[in-house]
């Protein structure tokens, strides 16, 4: 199954950091030497912290089987050492926590850090956040929002993976990068405004968002992974800004398995998100990977002032009717416009419209079939055929 292979290559990424669904160890001495570390572990109240190399405090856990609290507001200070890291798994599986406060000053957020926070309904992060973990927030099912902090610069692998409740992310326009698996199945995620700046989506960074119905790309934007966007089934239309110049397999595609008991031993394949239209422009990455795919697309030219000849404006594509619908600039004076298609060497016209129609939709038609097409215009009673292999252009049927 599919998405059993996506939660195994993110689960992979817990061994990077020892596992980050074990426990943390409950330690009552005030202070301990450990053996793994060069660092003393420290306590202060429910909490035990090393001093790092620049002086300063780095959370290390937190005692909730002694504590009763649920709503936390971690100290700025230990024994008059600044707080500026929560460190790996530090509040993992602490399942009574609501609501976390995290004071300013503090700069990291380690991988795992609240992980499995099933109650975790609040986080407040500041601003001085500059760098969030892997895992960090995975399987916080409680949690609705969450505003990131303006410092940040890249959203990790698995930050948000499996955060069922998540409804609304506010992102800052410093993220440049968007990790694997970030945001996969967030079942309840329906739009995204993606930040300014923004440069790459990676894998599955979005896959299994199956409510998610809106979503913005930037213009500079680069790339988009593997599966960013597959299941994604509610989205309609995506555009695609020409800076996109790589689109990893199955990006934009919904999985399908040869029998029904969907367990590891099924078999999957990729068909193209049959709703999804995606908007891009004419020989684009987004536009040859539609093409390449069968996806449904519009391909848009910025022209709309009045041309010599019928230039194209706009291209669509419906994967699930196997039809065209093409849009183009006004001619002066024309009185009507065809539409030719290229057979057995010679153009003929398949269809016509009136001067006010700038616009056709195809038949159904064939599959796996190429098509060499030209607009016409008729003017003072006369075909301009002239410059015609030079104006045409080819649509491709998948």
């Known amino acids: 199954m599919k998405n059993k292979k996506i939660v195994a290559g993110l689960l992979a990424l817990t061994f990077v950091f020892g596992g980050a669904a074990l426990p943390n160890t409950v330690v009552n001495n005030s202070v301990i030497a450990s053996a793994s570390e060069e660092a003393e572990v420290l306590r202060y109240g429910d909490y035990e912290y090393k001093l790092l190399e620049d002086g300063t405090a780095e959370i290390t856990s937190y005692d909730f089987y002694n504590s009763s609290d649920t709503e936390i507001e971690v100290p700025a200070e230990m024994n008059g050492v600044a707080v500026t890291s929560i460190g790996e798994r530090a509040f993992s599986m602490c399942v009574e926590i609501k609501s976390i406060v995290i004071p300013d000053g503090v700069k990291t957020i380690g991988a795992g850090a609240f992980n499995m926070c099933n109650s975790l309904e609040r986080i407040v992060i500041p601003d001085s956040v500059e760098y969030i973990g892997e895992l960090a927030f995975w399987e916080c099912n409680s949690l609705k929002s969450i505003t990131l902090p303006k410092g940040l610069k890249q959203i990790s692998d698995g930050t948000f993976f499996v955060c069922t409740g998540l409804e609304n992310v506010v992102m800052p326009d410093g993220v440049e990068s968007i990790g694997s698996g970030a945001f996969s199945s967030c079942e309840e995620l329906k739009s995204i405004v993606l930040p300014k700046g923004l440069k790459k989506i990676g894998a599955s960074a979005f896959a299994n968002c199956q409510e998610l119905e809106s979503i913005t790309l930037p213009e500079g934007t680069e790339e988009i992974g593997a599966d960013a966007f597959g299941n994604c089934l509610a989205i309609k239309s995506i555009s695609i800004p020409a800076s996109v110049t790589k689109i990893g397999d199955d990006a934009f595609s919904k999985v ?13 394949y990729f068909k193209p998100l049959k709703d999804l239209v995606i908007n891009c ?16 697309f519009e391909v848009i030219d910025a022209k709309d002032s009045k041309t010599k000849y019928p230039e194209l404006i706009k291209e669509g594509y419906s994967s699930k009717y196997r039809q065209f619908r093409l849009n183009w ?4 004076g024309a ?11 010679k153009w003929k016209v ?11 939709t195809s038949p159904k038609l064939t599959s796996d079939q190429s098509y060499q097409v030209v607009i016409c215009a008729k003017v003072n009673g006369k075909w301009d055929t002239s410059a015609l292999n030079n104006r045409a252009f080819t649509l491709t049927v998948r």
């Not at 399908?256 to 999957?268: A, R």
């Not at 684009?284 to 539609?290: D, E, L, R, T, W």
């Not at 009185?335 to 060497?345: C, E, F, P």
């Open 329 to 332: 600039t006004v001619v002066g």
């Open 256 to 268: 399908y398995y040869t029998d029904e008991s969907e367990d590891d031993s099924s078999d999957y």
């Open 281 to 296: 422009y004419k020989d684009s990455a987004a536009h040859k990977y539609a093409l390449e795919n069968g996806n449904s």
């Open 350 to 360: 398949q269809a016509y419209t009136d001067a006010a129609a700038t616009t056709y």
């Open 335 to 345: 009185q009507q416009y065809g539409i030719a298609v290229k057979l057995a060497g």
